[in-house]
């Protein structure tokens, strides 16, 4: 006999836990400072309840943003199961504080979460979207161009840009001169953009300087300036903030809810980029109110997800509505052999379905 609760709802119970290795090739190497990527290898999560219902999710970890390795990841299925096996799921609450403790493996935090929300959504005839407040119906994503030669990269800008996205994102950090030369030429070939510049920590606070005043002297608008200087560096990135023409982010120096915190305390950036898979979903939302509660700006970006993933922060996205820039290209430059995204797409227009 079915189990309910004090309102008659069926009381879905978390049966078993699930993880499946998964790898997807890129369409070209993803260059970023200090990393080329040619496949990225996440991890399937499937959370099964006690009446059938199931919750797929994704994992994509980063060993260096959160020091994650696949392998160790996938050797926590048994831990993970014992840890939130026979919890209903109706009180997901107490199954985020549980997962909360997964600190050093945000990227299965996220997964779970997410999972077990989509199992209560399902439950109570509700969207993920709606869940989490419905506040758009459709947000803009940019795409990225990776680090390569000048070159290639104006070209790849323009071939963005013809394709309908105005807001393009611009890998740099590893040489400064080039990155100059790039970014002048991209602006130049396509007006009308705006750009999101992100170094991934490969810049010195000096070379972060040189970078934005070049670039604001040149006449050149950046919307964002994004992790300019190594991620420890909180001392570096207030200083490149409080002496940048352009608003500056943190995304590596922002992992979880207290380094957020941190940061807000010290004044040391203008955004918050919030990716989920170094947050999880309880810090995200920790991470919002913080942020709305001293001015701070949001973007929120994305690891190497596949359309199973990358629809975990669209949806997330699109129920919150509060994120000025949305970098959630991921399953734009991976192949997978079927899409399973909860959303449609339409250039950069995203809708949930």
């Known amino acids: 006999m079915d189990q309910v609760n004090f309102r008659g709802v069926k009381v879905a119970k978390i049966k078993s836990v699930k993880f499946q290795k998964k790898e997807y090739s890129y369409w070209k190497p993803f260059h970023i400072t200090g990393s080329v ?3 990225s290898t996440n991890i399937e999560i499937s959370v099964d309840t006690e009446e059938g219902l199931v919750g797929l999710a994704e994992a994509s ?3 260096r943003v959160s020091g994650e390795k696949v392998d160790a990841l996938l050797a926590m299925e048994s831990f ?3 840890m939130i096996g026979g919890m209903d799921t109706n009180k997901y609450r107490l199954i985020f504080d549980v997962t909360d403790k997964l600190l050093a493996s945000p990227s299965i935090k996220c997964g779970v979460q997410f999972a077990v929300l989509s199992i209560f959504c399902e439950e109570h005839g509700m969207k993920v979207n709606e869940f989490f407040g419905g506040a758009r119906d459709f947000i803009e994503t940019d795409k990225t161009v990776g680090i390569d030669s000048i070159q290639n990269r104006v070209m790849e800008a323009e071939n963005i ?3 309908g996205f105005k807001q393009i994102k611009i890998k740099v950090g590893e040489n400064l001169f080039d990155d100059i030369n790039a970014v ?3 602006a130049e070939r396509t007006k009308g953009a705006s750009y999101i510049v992100d170094a991934n920590m490969g810049y010195t606070p000096k070379m972060a300087l040189e970078f934005v005043n ?8 950046v919307a964002i300036f ?3 200087v190594f991620s420890q560096d909180f001392e570096g990135l207030k200083f490149v903030r409080f002496h940048s023409p352009f608003p500056v982010a943190a ?7 207290y380094d957020v915190y941190r940061l807000i305390k010290n004044e040391a950036v203008d955004y918050i980029n919030i990716k989920l898979m170094k947050s999880g979903i309880s810090d995200a939302l920790a991470i919002i109110e913080m942020a709305r509660s001293s001015g701070v700006k949001l973007m929120i970006g994305c690891m190497g997800e596949s359309s199973l993933g990358i629809s975990q922060s669209i949806l997330f996205a699109l129920g919150v509505g509060c994120f000025d820039y949305h970098d959630l290209d991921s399953h734009l430059i991976i192949r997978e052999d079927s899409f399973r995204g909860k959303f449609t797409q339409d250039g950069p227009i995203i809708r949930a379905i």
């Open 37 to 39: 990527s040619s496949t």
């Open 214 to 221: 070049q670039l604001y002297r040149a006449g050149i608008d």
């Open 184 to 186: 002048m030429k991209i």
């Open 251 to 257: 995304d590596e120096s922002a992992r979880t809810k």
């Open 226 to 228: 994004e992790q300019p």
């Open 80 to 82: 993970v199961d014992e």
């Open 61 to 63: 970890p980063s060993f």
């Open 161 to 163: 840009f013809r394709s």
